[in-house]
């Protein structure tokens, strides 16, 4: 028994490795993918195009300006003469905002009085606004706190902010861990949902079939190349996520591995399940396609569960890719042990166990 | 007839024999103006996985017009790569094509403006319904809008499909489609038409009508006809004959002028009181003997030489029956390249290390009532069959007859809808999986894994059947010197060639010496040579108490076997042995009855009979 | 156009147009999935943070103390949650109970009535660093406001060097679906264009009819305009669909011209389908053509485009390699025209990038599209 299980492993190795462009087709793309979108996928502020009219010649406003000069999340693309200037600047893309100082700004500051100014921010995209929005309140009040001491004025209370776990914020702390989840389910989705179909178009499977090997045989044998290149490929993007982007890893491995298995055979069963219910390679692709696409939004990987409504919040308990995601990130980031992530545990558990039977029960069962 | 010695492979027939009438002989001779396709010294190679492959050598030959010229030759030969040259698809590496007087190579559009192509598999757009089918090609054909009714009526009456205009082309049967196929190619009327395996997988009933419908457009419209096929009794149907291989013309003359060329060496043997099958088998150890086939009761054997047949080798109490019979161009074909295949002529019986006789005298499949509906369409329809220990069974219907269906559900690969199937007294979708090691199966396609080596594959299947050290590695050596596959040992086995990936398939089905070999259309796409050596090693199984089941189309195959069902439309239309199952029917004109002619006796008998919207069951015959 | 060309495109036309409406994967590609993708994105995907779980420790309620904490209860922002301690908050951001806290030390109203500029704690969780910086931003607005407040109270204004006044423009409800619906759109052009006919033309060489159709009389150019029209009006089906629905369901306004928007979604689709041919036509295996369809289309469009994340903040490689990327160029013009108006110097360059890329893969599927099997 142990013997034909470990024949059919095989066999489904030599299938999925013997020939070069289906190894380069399973090793290759994810490493590119883990790079462009390690570098492309952030929410961090940038550089962002700030165009400044300073109508007034003081020194306050040529200080004030100077902060927003040095500051690295901005960079001045130009700095404008008029107001009729503004507009057509911002509507063609030209600066993501304008920064205008009226002509009074330095004598009001003189005679105590507030100096107005105004920002003007491309609203186009709007999370971008708010992130340069933040930017640019932060130096203000920076400047109004530094500048109120300077006159001996304080005020009534201050805000003391900090972050836990990610001090400066940086976005790709939080994506890149995002996308070991990511990746480590299409990979795995991908050799799973077409060994089936492929086998049933080829033929193969009948063939497989009519020999003595029991169905739950027939499960570990598909099962066993998408878990060793799940976690493989998963292992690979850790490394090159510590190593290459530095993110920091605080928690144990031996707490994340447990769950990258869990997650891995959970991403099986459901790949296993389309490819036992297509007929031939075309629909098991659709099928895992349509499978990813919701699976990749509802996971909460580029915007928070939170923030969704709650019906869809409901769909994504059903979802592996949310349990994990939330697992990986939190042993990244805040070092969490196996005590706090208990409850998205065995939801996972419960997915892989249930998707595996279903998957196990079809090899036979599906009508055609 | 006093004859010269048989000119030996390879040499022109024309070398023997004065064809009668004038012959575009196929040398470099001028091309003959007035023929529809000349080509001369063309050659063409392909660059597969960085091997150089030659298609065709220096093919010449000359095409006439206003006739049925066949281009026959088995697999490989070269057969589809001609027809696209011809029809300015592919580009010659040497020599030039002319059709219809117009150069292929420099006009190609040209070329296809004017010619009809129907490609092996027919691009019909299942998802369109005959009629949208017609009219996409109409209008590619640019076919006036006046003149299409009138054309249409023509063509579907002449392939009797007129009353299926809004039926989706991907639910007709297969012989519809290839109908359909060869009408879409005519919906304007080509002077020249290349077919390239028009009849292949259609069952004789629209293998015959196909035939009508190239008969009468040569006759009606002069059409001149170039069509490639792997039957052999097709040839006959000719007016000439290109025969083919390996990439190079053989001989091109009248069908009849190949037969001839073994008058003499064809014999019919009878011996009443011995089983076919060994009765075959004494007659293949004789040296005398090119070649013995069973024909019904009798065995056909093509002779070495033209002495007269002794019947040397058979026990001498039994009374033996030889007559000569008129050769087929078949026999030509045999006796032509069975030479080649050197290894075909050694001992093509398999012999099984150990062999049980656990289920001798009884029925090792019973089916009874079996029924399969999806939706509300019956697939198979209340069938019933049993097949005894020992017995070669075959499963004979056209396509969509329900003959898969069934095979399945036997495998237990599909669940029954109603009814009940037992294999060697269990159901094998219930039965524990330990039973399905009793039985062997090769499926109808080749079905194991492509990318994997012959080794793997085997090393495979020998571990899944639950074989282990040394008896599995005894089996996969046996394996390997019984069907020659040694030197394709580390093979990529999709690379193999078509009668060795049929090789393997049978030697996976065999290893772990099953008592039940399931054979689903074992032989489709293989050519006559390669399908006599795989009938001679299904024998010798059965003689082992191998008990068989078989599905085929092809109608000589039915003779090999000791039972048969033909099915139609999912249902039984008659059961019994080959000659039970022709008698009541008549055959051509001073010839027995084949196996053919008794298929399309019963299937035109039920179709009258639904026509005539009697009982479903009614048609049941028993032989 | 001669006659005859003319019929022949014509007959390929219908026969395209009655496969695409009898196989129901071409279908729910065209339909289905980019009313999943909006409504998914239209309700599911939103970047403003709402009801923000926030732990509250006031460790001595004074007025002071409170009536900070009261502009917390105020704002749909947050959801706070009263703790007594603050080694009980940090428990509950350990367990992702809230995702940060605010702490307010049992001296703070003492401190305050003393003008000693009280510290008010704020922590967040900085794993997802987008959220905390939302959070960070909404805290502030709170604490400013409530400092106007007792500014106000006291009889006072509150002096502050430079006040910010602050216009978001085109959005000035910051609402991210108007933002991410018009991206959806460009991802859902570039499934129906590259994906639906990535299949095509692989299918007919698998399916045996192409070799039919090469004999015939019919040209390159008219298989592949025969193949061009009835996609490209599932296409403008498809997107007239999803306009509908960005419309009529989530309100996203169109502050540009209609026909603008029309014509530029036209072209783009006229470069998607032609990415679409190029991948049919260069691999011939359907299977092959969706993969490739799949990695090197659908999923650039879906992070590279600008859709979601900023091309300007990403490095300048990455930066460089988005200008290859049809879907760039497209989600630019939408959120100009979505929320801008008809700014020809956004919608001209960018139309011109796309001209330039549809008339490459248009014409390397002409020149790769040969009427012979070599």
Redo the contacts between chains.
Sequence with gaps: MG??I???I??EF??LF??KKSRM?VIV?PIF?LL??G???????????LAILNEDTGG?SRD?AGRFERSSGFEVVGYLRSEAEIA?L????GA?LALHIGPQCSSD?AR????????????????????A??Y???I??D??EE??EL?G???????????????N???R??IVPGIIALLAMIVTL?VTALSVARERE???F?????????PWEILIGKAMPGLLVGVGEASLIIAVAVFWFKIPLVGQLSVLYPALIIYVLSIIGVGLMISSFSAT???A??GA??FI??AV??SGF???I????AF?QALTYLDPMRYFL?IV??VF??G?GIE?FWHDLWPMSIIAAVTLAMATWLF??R?? | MARPAVSPLHSSPHAAFAPTAPSAAPTGAAPDSAAALVLDQVRKTFTIEKKQITALDGVSCAIRPGMVTGLIGPDGAGKTTLMRLCAGLLTPDQGSLRALNIDVVREPLKVQASIGYMPQRFGLYEDLTVLENLDLYADLQGVEAEARAERYAQLLAMAGLEGFRGRLAGRLSGGMKQKLGLVCTLVRPPRLLLLDEPTVGVDPVSRRELWQIVYHLVEAEGMSVLLSTAYLDEAERCAEVVLIHQGKILGHDHPRAFSQQVEGRTWQVRAPDMPKRALQRALSHNPAVLDALILGKAIRVVSRDRTPLQPIGLPSEIAVEVAPVAPRFEDYFVATLKDDHAAANGDNHITLRQTSDRLAGQDVITVDNLVRRFGDFYAVDHVGFRVRHGEIFGLLGANGAGKTTTFRMLCGLLPISSGACTVAGMNLRTAAAAARAKIGYMAQKFSLYGNLSVMQNLKFFSSAYGLRGARRSGQIDWALSTFNLEPFAATESQSLPLGFKQRLALAVALMHEPEVLFLDEPTSGVDPLARREFWVQINSLADQGVTVLVTTHFMEEAEYCDRLVIMADGRVLAEGTPEAMKEGFSGGVGREATMEDAFIGLLEANRNEANLKSAPQAAKASA | MKPGRLLRVKGMIRKEWLQVIRDPSSIAIAFFLPMLLLLIFGYGVSLDAKNVRIALVVEQADSQSLSFAGGFYQTSYFAPLALNSIQEAETALRQSKVDGIVWLRHNFGRDYLRKDSPPIGVIVNGVDANTARLIEGYVQGIWFGWLEQQAERAGKKLQSPVQLEQRIWYNPEVRSTDFLVPGVLAVIMTLIGALLTALVIAREWERGTMEALLVTRISVVEILLGKLIPYFILGMGGLALSLAMAHSLFHVPLRGSLWLLLATSALFLWVALGMGFFISTIFKSQFVAALVAMVSTFLPAFILSGFIFDIQSMPPIIQGLTHLIAARYYVSILQTLFLVGDVWSVVLPNAAALVGMGLFFHGMVYRKTRKNLE
């Design positions: 013997h034909r470990l024949a059919l095989i066999k030599l299938a013997r020939d087709a793309p993918q462009v979108f570098y492309a996928a952030t929410f961090d502020l940038e550089h962002a195009a306050f004030l057509p911002i509507d063609r893309g993501l500051a105590g009085e507030s100096c107005n100014i105004q920002v003007l921010i491309d609203g186009r995209n709007s999370n971008t606004a708010m992130l929005l933040n640019v309140r932060s203000v009040s400047f109004n500048r109120a006159n004025v304080k005020l009534p209370a201050r805000l003391n902010m900090r972050a836990w776990f990610n001090p914020l940086e976005s702390w939080f991908v080829a033929g193969t009948d063939q497989l079939l009519v020999t003595p090997l029991r390679l075309q629909q692709l659709l396609f349509l696409v919701p939004i509802l580029s915007t928070p939170a923030n969704m409504p869809m939330t990130r939190r980031l805040e969490a706090y036979r069962h009508m055609y």
